[in-house]
């Protein structure tokens, strides 16, 4: 059982890191006036799933860097 649990979370844990990518390389093509929001909440929700976003980019336009 604990294998099986193991496995569905790193499963889940993928998928999850997998959005956060997939916003990371949105952002680029995001209009500037919309991009400090943007990177706000991608950081928040990286956080909430355990994500580690390392972009500065990113971090520099959520005020982080």
Request: with cysteine.
């Amino acid at each position: 059982k604990a294998i099986r649990r193991q496995r569905q979370m790193c499963i889940r844990d993928s998928v999850d890191a997998a959005h956060i990518r997939a916003a990371e390389a949105y952002f680029r093509y995001a209009p500037d006036d919309r991009k400090a929001a943007l990177a706000r909440r991608i950081l928040a929700r990286a956080r909430e799933m355990g994500v580690d976003v390392r972009s500065r980019v990113i971090r520099g336009w959520a005020g982080e860097a």
